[in-house]
């Protein structure tokens, strides 16, 4: 079964900081990868995605991920945060048949401090 | 064009009372799911549909819990009786057809059983 880490349940930051969220992820074969970002009251919005191909996927909103097969990982990246990048982040796991059943990780809070 | 919408946007209602939460999916989606979203638990898969018909409801908690779809564009998520700790953020999501695709998040209907 999948199954999905994030270790850091909140982290703060100051705006113009760098941004690395880490994510491991458990799955048997090849991964179907994504994170999403959920603002106060809002929905899900999906930042990015990982199917195969290229390792180093980017996002909206200036955010990039990288997956690493060798430590099962998808750590989300931002160079320089923004005060209205405050939210929580879920990492997510999928099935290879299909982005069905997706499994999510407990989110990361993310304060900005200015 | 429309995402997923859900209605009511919040609903506050007594124990024993039923509770129906309704899902509009992106037209042309053809699978959906229900997700319930709490502070213990995180995100769970409630139940999700391919073409209208459940495929998988071992999400759902208990009996009281029910969900239909009974066309493309509709689908309903029920509780019968609520209790207070069905109390949560439930989302629906739908997702198009095709393996390399991400679900897509309706606001949420935040659920009060007092």
């Known amino acids: 079964a999948q199954s999905v880490t994030q270790p850091d349940i909140h982290i703060t930051v100051s705006e113009g900081a760098s941004l690395e969220l880490r994510c491991n992820y458990s799955?048997?074969?090849?991964?179907?990868l994504f994170w999403y970002v959920q603002s106060p009251g809002q929905g899900l919005q999906l930042l990015l995605k990982?199917?195969?191909?290229?390792?180093l996927v980017q996002g909206i909103k200036g955010f990039e991920a990288e997956f690493k097969r060798s430590q099962s990982s998808f750590n989300l990246r931002k160079p320089s945060v923004h005060w209205s990048d405050a939210a929580e982040y879920f990492c997510?796991?999928?099935?290879?048949?299909?982005?069905?059943?997706?499994?999510f990780g407990q989110g990361t809070r993310l304060t900005i401090n200015p | 064009d429309a995402g997923v919408i859900q209605s009511p946007r919040h609903e506050v209602t007594e124990m024993g009372q039923e509770v129906t939460l309704r899902c509009k999916p992106i037209s042309g989606h053809n699978s959906l799911f229900w997700y319930r979203q709490t502070m213990m638990r995180g995100l769970e898969l409630l139940i999700y549909f391919n073409n209208n018909v459940p495929i998988d409801d071992s999400g759902m908690p208990e009996d009281r819990f029910s969900a239909k779809m009974p066309n493309a564009s509709f689908s309903t998520l029920k509780i019968q009786p609520s209790e207070p700790r069905d109390s949560a953020v439930y989302f629906c999501?739908?997702?198009?057809?095709?393996?390399?695709?991400?679900?897509?998040f309706g606001d949420g209907t935040r659920l009060s059983i007092l």
């Open positions: 999501a739908s997702l198009p057809s095709g393996s390399n695709q991400p679900q897509h």
């Open positions: 997510a796991v999928g099935a290879i048949q299909g982005a069905q059943k997706l499994v």
């Open positions: 990982y199917f195969s191909g290229d390792t």
């Open positions: 799955y048997g074969a090849t991964p179907y």
